[in-house]
């Protein structure tokens, strides 16, 4: 068997030196969730060096409201050293279970990848316990998956093309999968199965995520080179509209999209970023490139079910600040994740806001926090 085919290893609160902070060179792509008594939970992958074998999923939790965080309460590594462990996602689900995802490769990119999850039932328990790690998907959900009016959970997964700035080293026949694809589940997580997918021009490695509209169409969007692209299903993901560049800006970079309990939609984005990546530029680059663009991360809010944007708040204007992920806590406030100057500072930063502190444009509420390095 494919060694990227065999479970990783779980390590509970582990003392091993290469699991700590100080023996880490590069870290990023990181991912939140909050438990309704408060306890977070922020999780990145990391290693030696940039996205290449080896590279191991840390996760670190606080139960102080985010004063502090401990580090590498759990850590997932694959016993093979050419397998490496990228793109981790939190995801709570409807039961109050703390999904653990990450994607599983050979190398930089074998081709076919594959999502794999552990789930932990007890997320506020002294000592967590995780279930073992099963594969679900082909491809990688660096994203969180969405519950529909009809309790239908939808996993965006993507398998990247060959158009995408990244050639596969293997071929496994997937051809027919290398699109912003949709994996479905109707019993709760047990089983899933591949439901459709969209095609985007331009996409670049997708990074895809899923909202439904208020009618009750899905709206799919796509990190693309020149900004973000959409597409639409109305028969819950099965088949999608053709692909195109969408009215929302983007510097080529992982966003997040989310309804919000209120039935506003949040956005987390680069906004009025000041620089443009150069496509050719890009493409000539090797599997760890060089962006631009990456600067004004920025909370928004729509009222209108997405057509426009008119709330704003910034929450770090610096450079070399991306990949944002978000929930929506019980008590009212929003959680931000995101990564920056992955190898020189490899800061983890959390922010913590309300909808207010959006819709006034600046910070007014009494919990808020920015800019708090995690790791």
């Known amino acids: 068997m494919n060694a990227s085919l065999k479970p990783a290893n779980i390590f509970i609160e582990p003392s091993q030196k290469r699991f700590k902070d100080n023996f880490r060179r590069w870290q990023g792509i990181p991912s ?3 438990t309704d008594s408060g306890r977070i939970f922020i999780n990145f ?24 965080f401990q580090s590498a309460v759990t850590v997932v590594e694959h016993p093979d050293q050419e397998c490496r462990i990228y793109d981790p996602n939190l995801w709570m689900d409807p039961f109050k279970r703390l999904w653990m995802t990450w994607t599983q490769t050979r190398g930089f990119n074998d081709g076919r990848m594959g999502v794999w999850v552990a789930i932990c039932e007890d997320p506020d328990a002294e000592k967590l316990k995780w ?13 969180k998956p969405i519950v529909t009016s009809k309790q239908e959970w939808l996993f965006p997964c993507a398998i990247w093309s060959n158009t995408s700035g990244s050639t596969p080293s293997e071929d496994h026949g997937l051809h027919n999968e290398q699109f912003s694809n949709v ?15 969209a095609e985007v021009p331009n996409r670049q490695f ?6 439904e509209k208020e009618d009750g169409a899905l709206w799919m969007l796509v ?18 509209s053709p692909g195109r560049k969408s009215h929302i800006d983007g510097p080529c970079s992982r966003f997040h999209i989310r309804r919000l309990k209120s039935g506003r939609l949040l956005m987390i984005n680069h906004h009025n970023f000041e620089e443009r990546i150069d496509v050719d530029d890009i493409m000539n680059q090797g599997n760890v490139k060089k962006w631009k663009g990456r600067s004004h991360l920025t909370a928004l809010l729509s ?25 929506e806590a019980s008590d009212g406030y929003l959680y931000v994740t995101y990564d920056r ?17 959006i819709l006034q444009g600046e910070c007014t509420s009494e919990k808020s926090v920015f800019k708090k390095d995690c790791k």
Not at 45 to 65: K, P, T
Not at 226 to 238: A, L, P
Not at 341 to 357: C, G, N, S, W, Y
């Open 183 to 197: 994996y479905a589940s109707t019993d709760h997580g047990k089983t899933f199965h591949l439901r459709g997918h």
């Open 45 to 68: 992958y990391s290693g030696q060096d940039a996205e290449v074998g080896g590279n191991v999923m840390v996760l670190c939790m606080s139960d102080d409201n985010g004063k502090t």
């Open 223 to 240: 990190r693309t080179f020149d900004g973000i692209g959409e597409s639409f299903s109305q028969d819950g993901g099965r088949t999608w």
């Open 32 to 34: 939140i969730e909050v």
């Open 341 to 357: 100057e992955r190898v020189k500072q490899r800061e983890i930063l959390m922010a913590r806001f309300t909808e207010e502190d």
């Open 303 to 327: 009222e209108d079910d997405g057509k426009t944007w008119p709330y704003s708040l910034l929450l770090d204007e610096r450079n070399e600040v991306s990949y944002p992920d978000a929930t």
């Open 131 to 143: 279930s073992e790690p099963r594969r679900i998907a082909n491809g990688i959900m660096m994203n």
């Open 206 to 211: 997708d990074e895809h995520m899923i909202v």
